[in-house]
């Protein structure tokens, strides 16, 4: 090959590999890794709700936008108290396309100015639980995700409002951000499995007494449902009513350690999930039972949502409260109540058989005939997949002082029932003796329940804290059991709940072309030099001299 030959091709497979480069220019800074949460995608019974899209690739746009923009090829980034609910009701009723929305969460949720503010007056928990109601019983077609506001997210967002303040959307021809969260097709999680826990205090039997003991029982589901599982924590539903039951579990089992203050009635532990789905785990748990375990219940007690009073606890009951028996209970819990300066009331709720809806964990006793209430600080019935852990629900929602009250409310009416106290002003759970109800112990319950997501269908049956509850419930009961079923498949979930958001810093096409230009005259001026230098300006002016025709004699 000819030196002018060489050098072209040279030239030309540097020009080649050049706008290769350029090409990339696009993505080439990279401006943080953020780790984000999906919103939760789940068919019930058939009908397809919650997000339906995962992959992410496109600019950065921000609040307040201009009049008539197209958000379609757009990721809408919002904090959330920025982002209107009609906006979005707009978005979904009327099936505009949005290329993906990315709502950014207060960090804390009960603070303001670094002040604990528990009546929040509406902001943020109000319109986050409002925001979340939206979500999840709505077909959302474009990938919603929740990040947290930290300062780096603040930083991000000023830049794409300072963008977009000089008139022009972020876009390929005007360059900003773009946001990438790379992800495959989210599959369905095949066969979710619920895992019960059970622990059981024997009572005592006197000496020829051949006939099984009464049994009480302190229930409370576990698991959670929300808007974005890997953030559904759940500290005060149900992760309070299920602290209340460990530490009733710890102390009782002092005093049936001893068989000289040993009741004579089993207590039985159950710690229960599929909660949110109608309580299916407490169903099949029931049905495990050997009908004498079942007849055997005097009654029982679930716990839901106690995290969070300070005066007012409802009983819930499915009976009448003129029934002897839930007078006789509620009697107890009242008595107990007025010495220590709060008020129980009571609700009664009829149930309907034929309806496969369950309110409150305790009308799946009644379905089986099981006497049983429910003490809760809800005053009403939670509508179908609300008030279960969801976003708003964090460790602030959860105050250690009305888990207390509430062990020491259930604790002293189950001795005064247990041991023939009634009537009675006897404090069995005295502050200053070994019964005592630890307040370390529900802090430190409290703080791991609100570390840990747990909606069941992606928590697994051998995940540790399943084997952490089992461990602790081994410790003060006997007879610890798990068991593990299939959730029922009126729901199907998929997985993909979390990833990682990538934000790069792009250039526009301008830029790119004017680099382009700048990039080809160095490329011409330095080929014709090397040209010049090698062979000559006259080789030079042949290479681009239009080579003569041949002309084609005939035959």
């Known amino acids: 090959m000819p030196p002018s030959g060489e050098v072209l091709a040279s030239v030309s497979s540097a020009l080649a590999v050049l706008l290769v480069l350029l090409a990339c220019v696009e993505l080439g800074d990279a401006a943080a890794a953020v780790g984000v949460y999906r919103l939760i995608q789940y068919d019930l019974a058939g009908a397809p709700l ?16 201009p009049a008539g923009a197209d958000l379609s090829r ?17 978005y979904l009723a009327e099936k505009k396309h949005l290329g993906g929305l990315l709502i950014l969460l207060p960090t804390n949720l009960s603070a303001k100015n670094g002040e604990v503010n528990r009546d ?37 967002l000023a830049d794409i409002r300072n963008i977009a303040s000089s008139g022009q959307p972020a876009s390929a021809s005007t360059g900003g951000y773009k946001l990438i969260v790379p992800s495959v097709e989210p599959k369905k999680v095949s066969s979710p499995t619920i895992s019960n826990i059970q622990g059981w205090l024997p009572g005592l039997k006197g000496e020829g007494d051949a006939e099984q003991l009464p049994t009480i029982a302190i229930v409370a589901n ?3 449902f929300g808007a974005a599982p890997a953030l559904s924590v759940g500290s005060d539903s149900n992760g309070s009513g299920a602290v209340a039951l460990l530490e009733i579990s710890r102390i009782f089992s002092r005093l049936y350690s001893n068989p000289k203050t040993r009741g004579k009635f089993n207590l039985l532990f159950g710690l229960t999930s599929g909660g949110p789905y109608n309580y299916n785990g407490t169903s099949k748990w029931l049905r495990s039972f050997d009908q004498r375990v079942r007849e055997s219940i005097d009654y029982a007690i679930c716990l839901n949502s106690v995290g969070s009073w300070s005066s007012d606890l409802w009983m819930h009951v499915s009976k009448p409260p003129e029934n002897p028996y839930i007078k006789k209970i509620f009697e107890d819990f009242s008595d107990v109540s007025k010495e220590m300066g709060i008020s129980v009331g009571i609700k009664h709720k009829k149930i309907n058989v034929s309806n496969s809806r369950v309110a409150w964990e305790h009308e799946q006793f009644s379905r089986f005939r099981v006497t049983a209430l429910t003490l809760s600080e809800l005053s009403t019935p939670p509508e179908f997949l609300e008030s279960t852990g969801g976003l708003a629900d964090t460790r602030e929602s959860a105050d250690v002082e009305s888990v207390m009250r509430t062990v020491r409310l259930v604790s002293e009416s189950l001795a005064r029932h247990i041991y023939g106290l009634r009537g009675r002003n006897i404090d069995v759970f005295a502050e200053d ?4 109800i630890s307040p370390h112990y529900i802090r430190s319950w409290l703080d791991l329940f609100s570390r840990t997501p747990r909606v069941a269908p992606f928590l697994q049956k051998n995940d540790p804290f399943i084997a952490a509850l089992k461990k602790e419930l081994s410790e003060h009961t006997a007879d610890v059991h798990v068991q593990n079923d299939v959730l029922d498949g009126m729901f199907t979930f998929y997985d993909a709940t979390k990833s990682t958001l990538n934000v790069y810093q792009v250039a526009s096409v301008t830029f790119d072309l004017l680099f382009l230009l700048v990039l080809g005259s160095y490329l011409i001026v330095l080929f014709s030099f090397l040209v010049i230098t090698t062979r000559g300006l006259d080789d030079l002016i042949n290479i681009f001299r239009r080579p003569p025709s041949r002309k084609v004699k005939g035959a």
């Open 433 to 436: 003796s070994s019964l005592a």
């Open 120 to 156: 929040d007056k509406g902001q943020p928990k109000s319109v986050l639980a409002e925001l979340e109601k939206l979500l999840v019983h709505e077909e959302v077609p474009f990938p919603v995700y929740f990040a947290f506001h930290d300062d780096n997210m603040d930083n991000l």
């Open 74 to 90: 757009s990721a809408l980034v919002a904090p959330l108290l920025e982002l209107p609910l009609s906006f979005l009701r707009e």
């Open 50 to 65: 919650g997000s339906r899209a995962a992959a992410l690739n496109h600019h950065a746009a921000a609040l307040p936008l």
């Open 222 to 224: 576990y698991d959670t």
